[in-house]
């Protein structure tokens, strides 16, 4: 059974596999429109299981629409309104019952080690739609959308102001998979990981860590950010956001990247906060493909679960 968890868990010729796949199948439905199956669809007789711990609005619009053109259904369940994760019913019992009813489960998950539990009890694949610690299908669809718009991301530089945070540690997992240099600005207190870092280190990844965002985007193919405050931090955020002020991308920063730098913030963004408006709607910016590309990146990966 494969399961979708971690970006470092998979075969880097999987992982390659899975983007250019997404890239022709994109291409081939050019013509058609958003809502119409693929015309090679296969997925049928497939179900879907969406759990949501957390908001979401791309996650969960991009796999609803991955789903139904690869000709599948979905289901979405509420881990508010379910029994998943109360005490009326242990996450044993709910994965049994899910694995009978659907043949491949996406979860959003508050707490990483919850969703490996769960998984364990699963008789399907099971996606991670985020966690504490990744957000690995935002990082693929990223990738795609980079290498769109760029060409091949390997040997490219990117770099990562703000929080050191679960989408930055899905790309620090990439640039060790897909040998890509990252250049991480952020403050001290903010920095990843260490147990992330490590894994990374002893892979012998190209990256480089900094207080200087002038430093890290010197140089850079394409300036990364996310919200300061991801859900459910639980510390001063004010405390956090004073921290952070110097990370904001900017027209400056991204000045001093390379000149055809692209800007990618996975959403939703905190305008004037991590980014400026002039950033984000400017022409370097990238956030409206890579939203898009949620769905084909995601479809590639379903596929590739159920293969
Ligand atoms: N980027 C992303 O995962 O967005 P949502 O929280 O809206 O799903
Ligand atoms: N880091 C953010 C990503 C949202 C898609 C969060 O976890 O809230």
Same mark, same amino acid.
């Given at each position: ?152 991301? !390997?040997? *490219?530089? /990117?770099?990562?102001?703000?929080? &050191? =945070? ?8 990439? @640039?060790? #998979? ?46 990364? !950010?996310? *919200?300061? /405050?991801?859900?459910?931090?639980? &510390? =001063? ?8 002020? @110097?990370? #904001? ?59």
């Amino acid at each position: 059974m494969k399961n979708f968890i971690n970006i470092s868990d998979i075969d880097k010729k999987d992982l390659r596999k899975i983007i250019d796949h997404a890239k022709l199948q994109k291409q081939k439905r050019s013509n058609l429109s958003k809502s119409a199956i693929d015309p090679d669809a296969y997925l049928t007789d497939k179900t879907l299981i969406m759990i949501f711990e957390k908001s979401s609005t791309r996650t969960k619009i991009s796999f609803e629409l991955a789903m139904k053109q690869l000709g599948g259904q979905i289901v979405m369940l509420n881990s508010k309104e379910s029994h998943y994760g109360s005490r009326e019913e242990s996450v044993h019992d709910t994965a049994k019952v899910l694995s009978q009813y659907g043949d491949i489960v996406m979860m959003r998950a508050n707490k990483h080690e919850h969703f490996l539990e769960f998984s364990k009890h699963l008789d399907v694949p099971i996606i991670n739609g985020l966690t504490n610690l990744s957000h690995p299908c935002q990082i693929m669809s990223d990738i795609m959308t980079f290498e769109e718009l760029r060409g091949p991301i !390997t040997n *490219k530089k /990117i770099a990562w102001l703000g929080d &050191g =945070n679960n989408v930055v540690y899905s790309l620090i997992e990439a @640039s060790v #998979q897909f040998n890509f240099e990252l250049a991480i600005a952020c403050p001290q207190q903010l920095t990843p990981d260490k147990k992330i870092l490590k894994w990374a280190k002893n892979k012998k990844a190209k990256i480089f860590i900094t207080k200087n965002p002038l430093e890290a985007v010197n140089l850079a193919d394409c300036v990364m !950010t996310d *919200k300061w /405050i991801s859900m459910g931090d639980k &510390g =001063n955020k004010n405390k956090k956001k004073k921290l952070l002020k @110097s990370y #904001q991308v900017n027209k400056k920063i991204m000045r001093s990247a390379k000149a055809d730098a692209i800007f990618m913030h996975c959403l939703p963004a905190s305008r004037g906060e991590e980014v400026t408006d002039e950033v984000i709607d400017g022409k370097q910016s990238a956030v409206w493909l890579e939203a898009i590309n949620r769905i084909h990146a995601q479809k590639s990966i379903i596929e590739w679960c159920l293969k």
